[in-house]
């Protein structure tokens, strides 16, 4: 029945494909099924498959989506969204303080000069050891009210350990954080980095970020800083001029 690539087998065929136990060219052979659906829905599944699906099927995803991304799947501009999304390419605009408990509060401007947005998890000088993150009530706010990145997604999620997750911790339980439990969220563990394409029409990202005390609770242990980058948009002059400014102001301060 995959063979007739019907536009809504996606969300049957995925968990299909990332199923371990089942025999890999059957998994293969789904894998091509999405390929032929010519849907944004196949393409972005693609995309997330190749970047961060099984191992063993990275490589045939990423072949897919780069051979549909000049055809079937090239009005959705996704190969220039992932082209652009790099940390190398980004800029600091927000850190917190150490943290070993308790939150911080993020609210960061000037998203309409910004193409993606990074969050960043930093374990610090004392390694990685129990730091389970948490990023809670994260939302893009712009002139389409607003969108909770958990809703919406990532394009890519590194952790140093565990799974990065929506709606629970690095581990899969709940998101709790001093106390008080969270379910717009997002769990992962230092060190770690998620981007997010920037909704148009965005000016500000909001939210919180804390230890979680799934890894509070087992040592004690727990610090990291929380950081925001942004990516600007590269034919942005504007944001160039931002991204001057902050480098050099960088350079200024470790002088």
């Not at 607003?146 to 997750?165: C, F, H, M, P, Y």
């Not at 997010?196 to 909001?206: A, D, E, N």
């Not at 001057?244 to 102001?249: F, P, T, Y």
């Amino acid at each position: 029945a995959w063979r007739l690539h019907p536009e809504g087998c996606v969300p049957d065929l995925l968990p299909r494909i990332t199923d371990a136990s089942a025999p890999l060219e059957q998994r293969k052979q789904l894998l091509d099924a999405i390929a032929f659906v010519p849907t944004r829905a196949a393409a972005e599944a693609m995309l997330n498959l190749a970047l961060a699906g099984p191992k063993e099927l990275r490589n045939s995803a990423a072949e897919w989506f780069g051979q549909r991304s000049s055809n079937l799947w090239r009005a959705y501009g996704l190969r220039d969204q992932l082209a652009t999304a790099s940390i190398e390419n980004a800029v600091r605009v927000y850190q917190s303080p150490l943290l070993r408990s308790g939150t911080t509060t993020i609210d960061v401007s000037g998203l309409e000069h910004a193409s993606h947005v990074w969050l960043v998890v930093d374990g610090g000088a004392d390694g990685i050891g129990y730091d389970w993150a948490d990023w809670v009530d994260m939302a893009f706010e712009g002139s389409f009210g607003r969108i909770s990145l958990a809703e919406q997604g990532w394009i890519k999620a590194d952790t140093g350990w565990g799974q990065v997750r929506t709606g629970t911790n690095c581990s899969g339980g709940a998101l709790v954080i001093d106390g008080v439990t969270y379910t717009d969220g997002i769990g992962t563990h230092a060190n770690s980095a998620i981007s997010f394409q920037v909704p148009k029409g965005s000016v500000r990202l909001v939210g919180m970020a804390g230890p979680d005390h799934g890894g509070v609770s087992q040592s004690g242990a727990s610090s990291m800083t929380f950081e925001v980058h942004l990516e600007g948009k590269a034919q942005d002059e504007r944001w160039l001029e931002l991204r001057a400014l902050i480098e050099n102001s960088e350079l200024e301060m470790s002088a």
